[in-house]
C-alpha cells in the first residue's frame, strides 16, 4: 500500500473509531438516564417523593430538580409506553404508565428505547446537567469525577488512586469496618460506611451490614431513652432519643441502598422488617417495604414476615388470604396453620368490636331494638374469636392466644361498666406477651377515659406526648401546604 | 498452493511461533503464576477475615472474593498484554531472527499480522487460564458458576487489544522492549483518564476567557480521538445485572467494534513504522 493510501486509511479508522467512541459515550449517558428514569419511577411508588422534604434538607442543600425532571420524563414517556391499566395496586390507577410500566416489569426494553432515542436527547441533556450540578437527590449519594474539584477531596483520592478499581478500595475500607466492630469502636465505623457505599453503590451487603449495625449493635448499650426526654423530629414526624435517631439513620442509609439498587429485595426486606417493625415499629411502613420485597426473586421467609406485617398493621383478611396460599404452596409448614387461626380469630373480634360500637350508637339515638340486636351480633363474633384462640391454645403453650382471651375478658368486663376489673385484667395480661403490651397500655388509657378513673402520670405524659405530635404535624402539613 | 492459504499458512506459522517464543519468556510466567497466586489466596484471605458465616457476612466473603479476582486478572493481564505486545518485535530486531524471517517469501505487513496474532494467542491463554482459576476458585468458595462474568473477562480483553495494538505500534519504532513498555503503562493508564478530559470540557469557558475556552475544546478533540478504556469497566453493570437489562445487551457489540476499530488504527501506525524500517 503506498504511503499516502495508508495515512488515509489510518485516519479513517481513527475517524471511525472517534464516532464509535462518541457513540458509545452516548449510549453510556443514555445507560444512566434510563437507570435513572427506572429507579426514580420505583422510588416515586415506593417512597411517595423523589426529593427530602423541606424538614430533612441541609442548610446547603440545592435547589432539587427531581420531580419536575421526573414530571416531564412521565409526560413525555406516557402516550409512547404501551401499558396495562390498573392491577393489585389500589393506588396504581393514580400512577403514570411509566410507573405502572417499572411496577409491572417487562417493559424494560421499551423504556430503554425510549430512553436512548433521538427524541429524549433534551430530557437526557438535562438530567446530565441537573447530575452535573448535584440537583438531583433521587440518586443518592454518588461518586462524580466533577468531584476532584470539591474541597472535601478524601473519597475522590481513593476513586483516583484506583484507576477503575473503585470495588476493591471499597472492599479495602469494608474490611476496616469489620475490625473496628471487632475492636467496638462503633463511632469510626460509621464514616467508613458511608464511604464504602460511595465508593460501590452497588455493594448490597455493606448497606444491610452497615443498616443493621446503625440499628442493632451501635444501639444496644445505648439506655432507653425517657418518654420525656424525648423531641420530637420533624423530619421523621416522630419522637426521638438518642436510640431512635440511630434507626431512622440505618433507615436512611437502606432507602440510599434502594436508591441504588432498586430490585434486591434484601433491601426492601432489612428496611421493612429489621428497621420499621421490629425497631421503629410502624408496621404500615413495614408493610409498604416488605411487599416490595415480594415483588422481586426472594426467599420464603420474606413472604411469611410480609404477612404478619399485615397482621400487625390490622390488614387481617390480606395476611389470612396469604398465609392460605402460602399453605397451598409449602403444605408442611409449620406456622403458616397457627397464623390463619390467629387472623381468624383477630377478624372476629374486630367485627365484635365495631358490632359493640354500633349498638352504642344506636342506644344513643334510641333504637333499644337495633342495639339489642347488635349487641347480640357483637357478643356471636366474640364467641367465635374466643373459640379460636382456646382452639390455639389446645395445640400450642401460646401466650399471644392467652393474651387474646383475657383481651375478650377484659372488653366484656367495661362493656358491662366493670372498669376497675377491667384495667386489673389488663394490667396483668400486658406481661403476658411483649407483643400484647403497647396494645393492653393503650386500651388500659381508653377504658380508664371511658369509665372516668385516674390516669397515672405517665399515662398523662403519654397523651400529652400524642396531642403535641398531632399539633406538629397538622403545623408541619398546613407549612407543606 | 493458492495465493490464499499460503498467506493464511504464513500468517499461522509466524503466530504460532510468537505464541510458544512468548510462553516460554520468564516474566510472563512470572506474571502467571502471581496472578493465579493472587486468585487462589482470594479464598484463603477470606477464611482469615472475621467476615466469614451465614447471610450478608457469607455474601460479602463472595464478593470480596469476585473482585479480588476481577481486580487480579485486570491487573496482570495488562502487564502481561503490555509485555508481551512491546517485546515480540524488539526482540526480535535484538536477537537478528527478524532478518531470517523477512528473507522468506512473507510480506512485512504478514509478519506483523503474524506476530499481533501470536501476542493476542498469548494474551488469550492467559486470560483463559486466569479466568479458569478464578471459576474453580468461586465454585469451591461459594458452589457458584458465575456465568456473567465471562462476559466481564470478554470486554476486558477487548480492553487489553486496544492497549495492546498501540503498544504493538510503538514497539515497531524502538529498537528494545524498555520504551514500549514504558508506553504502553502511559497508554493503559491515560486511557483510564479520558474521563476527565470531558469533565474539563464541559466546566471550560466558566471564567469567560478565551484561553479557558481553547483548552475545552483541545480537551474535547483529545477526549474524542484518544481511546477510553474506562468504556469497558462494565463489571458494576455485569456482576450486578438483572435480568431483562437492554442496555448491556446493546453495549457489548457497540463495545467490541469500538475496540476494533482502534485496532485496526494502531495496526495501520505499526506498518507505516514498519514498512520503511531498514531490516
Same mark, same amino acid.
Given at each position: 500500500m503506498k504511503a499516502p493510501k495508508l495515512i488515509i486509511a489510518i485516519i479513517l479508522a481513527l475517524v471511525l473509531a472517534s464516532w464509535q467512541g462518541a457513540r458509545v459515550s452516548e449510549l453510556r449517558e443514555s445507560e444512566t438516564f434510563y437507570r435513572w428514569v427506572v429507579a426514580a419511577a420505583n422510588q416515586l411508588r415506593v417512597f411517595g417523593t423523589l426529593e427530602p422534604g423541606q424538614a430533612a434538607r441541609e442548610a446547603t442543600a440545592p435547589d432539587y430538580m427531581d420531580e419536575s425532571l421526573f414530571t416531564d420524563v412521565e409526560a413525555h414517556f406516557e402516550p409512547r409506553l404501551n401499558v396495562e391499566p390498573g392491577g393489585e395496586d389500589a393506588d396504581e390507577e393514580s400512577y403514570s404508565a411509566l410507573i405502572r410500566a417499572v411496577q409491572q416489569g417487562g417493559h424494560e426494553h421499551e423504556i430503554w428505547r425510549l430512553a436512548s432515542s433521538a427524541e429524549s436527547r433534551d430530557l437526557r441533556q438535562r438530567f446530565h446537567e441537573l447530575r452535573r450540578e448535584g440537583r438531583l437527590a433521587s440518586l443518592g449519594e454518588v461518586f462524580e469525577v466533577g468531584d476532584l474539584y470539591a474541597n472535601e477531596g478524601t473519597l475522590v483520592n481513593l476513586g483516583n488512586m484506583f484507576l477503575g478499581f473503585r470495588q476493591m478500595a471499597a472492599n479495602l475500607i469494608w474490611l476496616e469496618v469489620d475490625k473496628y466492630w471487632h475492636q467496638g469502636i462503633?463511632?469510626?465505623m460509621i464514616p467508613l460506611m458511608y464511604t464504602t457505599v460511595t465508593l460501590d453503590p452497588n455493594f448490597v451487603d455493606a448497606f444491610l451490614l452497615g443498616g443493621w449495625h446503625m440499628a442493632y449493635n451501635i444501639t444496644a448499650p445505648m439506655a432507653d431513652t425517657p418518654p420525656a426526654l424525648m423531641e420530637y423530629d420533624e423530619r421523621y414526624d416522630a419522637w426521638v432519643g438518642e436510640k431512635e435517631r440511630f434507626y431512622y439513620r440505618a433507615a436512611d442509609f437502606l432507602k440510599d441502598g434502594i436508591r441504588k439498587?432498586?430490585? /434486591?429485595y434484601r433491601l426492601y426486606f432489612d428496611l421493612g422488617f429489621? =428497621?420499621?417493625?421490629?425497631? =421503629? /415499629? /410502624?408496621p404500615t411502613s413495614a408493610v409498604r417495604y416488605l411487599s416490595e420485597a415480594v415483588r422481586y426473586p426472594h426467599e420464603s421467609w420474606v413472604r411469611r414476615t410480609y404477612y404478619r406485617a399485615l397482621q400487625d398493621d390490622g390488614q387481617y383478611e390480606r395476611s389470612l388470604q396469604g398465609w392460605e396460599s402460602y399453605l397451598e404452596e409449602f403444605p408442611d409448614n409449620q406456622v403458616a396453620p397457627r397464623f390463619i387461626a390467629i387472623n381468624e380469630g383477630l377478624i372476629a373480634e374486630r367485627d365484635g368490636e365495631a358490632a359493640y360500637a354500633a349498638a352504642r350508637e344506636a342506644e344513643a339515638e334510641g333504637d333499644d331494638e337495633r342495639a339489642a340486636e347488635l349487641r347480640a351480633e357483637a357478643e356471636a363474633h366474640f364467641d367465635e374469636a374466643r373459640a379460636v384462640w382456646e382452639n390455639i391454645l389446645l395445640y400450642y403453650d401460646d401466650g399471644y392466644a392467652r393474651t387474646r382471651v383475657l383481651r375478650l375478658d377484659a372488653l366484656e368486663l367495661a362493656e358491662a361498666g366493670q372498669y376497675y376489673e377491667a384495667v386489673a385484667l389488663l394490667e396483668n395480661a400486658r406481661w403476658e406477651s411483649s407483643d400484647f403490651f403497647q396494645e393492653a397500655s393503650e386500651m388500659i388509657i381508653e377504658i380508664k377515659l371511658e369509665g372516668g378513673l385516674p390516669l397515672s402520670l405517665s399515662e398523662r405524659q403519654y397523651l400529652l406526648r400524642q396531642q403535641e405530635g398531632e399539633q406538629r404535624r397538622r403545623a408541619n402539613e398546613a407549612d407543606g401546604a | 498452493m493458492t495465493a490464499i492459504p499460503v498467506f493464511f499458512h504464513s500468517l499461522w506459522s509466524i503466530s504460532s511461533y510468537t505464541w510458544r517464543e512468548g510462553m516460554r519468556k520468564k516474566i510472563l510466567i512470572g506474571f502467571l503464576i502471581l496472578s493465579l497466586l493472587t486468585i487462589f489466596g482470594a479464598t484463603f484471605l477470606t477464611a482469615f477475615l472475621e467476615t466469614g458465616g451465614t447471610g450478608a457476612d457469607a455474601e460479602v466473603d463472595a464478593k470480596l472474593v469476585k473482585d479480588i479476582c476481577v481486580t487480579a486478572i485486570s491487573i496482570f493481564g495488562v502487564l502481561i498484554t503490555i509485555f508481551i505486545s512491546a517485546s515480540v518485535v524488539p526482540s526480535e530486531v535484538e536477537n537478528k531472527v527478524i532478518y531470517t524471517v523477512l528473507s522468506k517469501p512473507v510480506r512485512r505487513y504478514q509478519y506483523l499480522l503474524g506476530k499481533f496474532l501470536g501476542v493476542q494467542l498469548i494474551v488469550l491463554m492467559n486470560l483463559a487460564l486466569m479466568g479458569g482459576l478464578f471459576f474453580v476458585a468461586l465454585y469451591f468458595q461459594e458452589g457458584i458458576l458465575p456465568t456473567l462474568l465471562l462476559w466481564t473477562i470478554l470486554l476486558t480483553y477487548f480492553e487489553f487489544i486496544v492497549v495492546s495494538g498501540f503498544t504493538f505500534a510503538v514497539s515497531c519504532a524502538a529498537t528494545s522492549p524498555v520504551l514500549p513498555t514504558i508506553a504502553g503503562l502511559f497508554i493503559y493508564i491515560t486511557g483510564h483518564l479520558t474521563e476527565y478530559l470531558y469533565d474539563v470540557y464541559t466546566r471550560a469557558g466558566q471564567t469567560g476567557e478565551w484561553g479557558d475556552q481553547v483548552i475545552g475544546q483541545i480537551a474535547y478533540g483529545l477526549w474524542l480521538v484518544?481511546?477510553?478504556?474506562?468504556?469497558?469497566?462494565?463489571r458494576s453493570q455485569l456482576l450486578h445485572l438483572q435480568p431483562n437489562d437492554p442496555p448491556a445487551d446493546i453495549m457489548i457489540p457497540n463495545l467490541i467494534l469500538y475496540a476494533l476499530l482502534f485496532v485496526v488504527a494502531g495496526l495501520g501506525i505499526a506498518y507505516w513504522i514498519f514498512r520503511r524500517k531498514e531490516l
Open positions: 462503633m463511632h469510626r439498587n432498586p430490585t /434486591d429489621s =428497621i420499621y417493625m421490629e425497631k =421503629i /415499629d /410502624d | 484518544l481511546p477510553n478504556l474506562q468504556n469497558f469497566n462494565m
